[in-house]
């Protein structure tokens, strides 16, 4: 993609972000230059326009598609008269409005202090929403040498007392994310030790993965055209056309540019992604750039360490092609249901290739042979039981005694479980265990 269009095709896209915060957009401004102004960023001519269209439209905020320092950040502030974010900034608005769990508060939060900590530098007594009042001070003072001349007073007190706060906030953020994960990995243990697959959905924001999601599990998870509407991790079991179960995660959705300082903000939903035996790459078939947004899915994928994971990739959005794209799609191969190896194409919102999507999760996801057993269970073992009933099927069960008698197809690692257990009656697999 050309640079300039890769640049509106980023602007479009700062839109739509803004938007998912809550923004009315009275307009947009493109420039494109060789280099960034290290001052201003885009050089005091494009600032005066960029003034001049804020104050016609009477907009009391500017935002930026590039990452400002916090230099420019001030600069641009102070020669606008506007409050100046960033795309950084921006994200992390969103993540804050769309964070429900504990964890993914505390994680955006942290993502917040960390942001604003280098930018309180000469914000002086101006600073007032973590400190409160500096108190005294004065320009005397006593001690601290040659160094601290002209940078004596209230203003440089009241600095300090902001960024002691938000360090000894940050170290509480960190104590209490820590503590978290490790009742999410207690979680993630239990869970192993029933052997289901796992699956994780990852894409590019606004690739329809909350929708598919909801169509492999009849889930009713929040399905928005806003970015980023999902951020928690959302886990539910789906059952695969060979009887099997896994369990499927949806995942936040990936965008470009995205600071490796904010992937801590994604930590609770991509640590899913970096368990998944099988990871489904969503994307919006429909935009005329996935290619390069996919791209952008799999860099990030290969930071997390993830991109020789096994991948299948999921096409959506089929219903919103003309009949001359999807026969060029079939033509090229994507359509064909006879492979096992290329995309799928689906429909998450009309739920065409849902079916197909599944023989082939079924297909790319490790074989666990599903075996034919008798089994004698005493009735006290109600949770072995419905594991049998939920990973298995149940052929016949009548009780006798103090015992529940039971023929019933199992996976082969749920049967070396039961075979352990003394659970199988001898000489009726249908299949060596060993």
């Known amino acids: 993609m050309p640079a300039g269009e890769q640049g509106r095709t980023s602007l479009a896209e700062l839109v739509e972000l803004a938007k998912s915060a809550g923004a009315e957009i009275a307009g947009t401004v493109f420039q494109v230059r060789d280099s960034a102004d290290s001052a201003t960023l885009v050089g005091r ?3 005066d326009e960029i003034r001049a269209e804020a104050n016609a439209h009477q907009a009391p905020l500017i935002i930026f598609d590039s990452n400002l320092s916090p230099v420019q950040q001030r600069n641009i502030e102070e020669l606008t008269d506007r409050r100046v974010i960033d795309r950084t900034q921006l994200i992390l608005d969103i993540f804050a409005r769309h964070a429900r769990s504990r964890e993914g508060q505390l994680q955006v939060e942290l993502a ?109 998870v929040l399905v928005s055209s806003g970015m980023f509407a999902t951020l928690d991790p959302t886990i539910r079991a789906v059952r695969l056309p060979s009887n099997r179960r896994v369990l499927i995660s949806d995942t936040v959705g990936f965008i470009r540019d995205l600071p490796k300082s904010l992937l801590t903000a994604f930590r609770a939903t991509l640590e899913e992604v970096q368990e ?17 947004l996919d791209d952008e899915v799999h860099k990030i994928l290969a930071e997390l360490g993830v991109a020789d994971r096994p991948i299948l990739r999921v096409l959506n959005k089929v219903d919103q092609l003309s009949a001359e794209q999807r026969e060029t799609l079939n033509g090229n191969g994507s359509g064909s249901t ?55 099927r149940v052929l016949r069960s009548e009780v006798e005694d103090e015992d529940m008698l039971l023929d019933a197809e199992v996976p082969v690692s749920i049967a070396r479980r039961l075979r352990l257990n003394d659970y199988v009656v001898e000489g009726t697999s249908k299949l060596a265990l060993t």
């Open 45 to 47: 001519g494009k600032l």
């Open 112 to 220: 917040q202090l960390n942001y604003m900590l280098p930018r309180l530098t000469g914000k002086g007594t101006a600073m007032s929403r973590l400190g409160g009042k500096s108190g005294g001070g004065g320009a005397g003072g006593t001690g601290g040498g040659a160094g601290r001349i002209g940078v004596r007073g209230p203003g440089e007190k009241k600095l300090e007392t902001d960024r002691r706060r938000i360090r000894d906030r940050v170290g509480k953020i960190k104590t209490g994310i820590d503590d978290l994960r490790k009742q999410r990995a207690l979680r993630r243990e239990a869970r192993k030790a029933v052997p289901l697959g796992t699956i994780a959905l990852v894409g590019y924001t606004n690739a329809g993965k909350s929708t598919l999601f909801n169509a492999l599990s009849r889930a009713e």
């Open 276 to 292: 998944a035996a099988l990871i489904l790459h969503v994307s919006d078939i429909s935009n005329p750039h996935h290619d390069e």
């Open 338 to 392: 006879k492979q096992n190896d290329g995309p799928v194409l689906v429909s998450a919102l009309t739920g065409e290739g849902i079916e197909e999507l599944l023989r082939r999760i079924d297909v790319a996801l490790p074989i666990d042979p599903v075996v034919a057993l008798s089994l004698r269970l005493p009735l006290a073992q109600g949770r072995t039981l419905a594991l049998i009933h939920a990973l298995g």
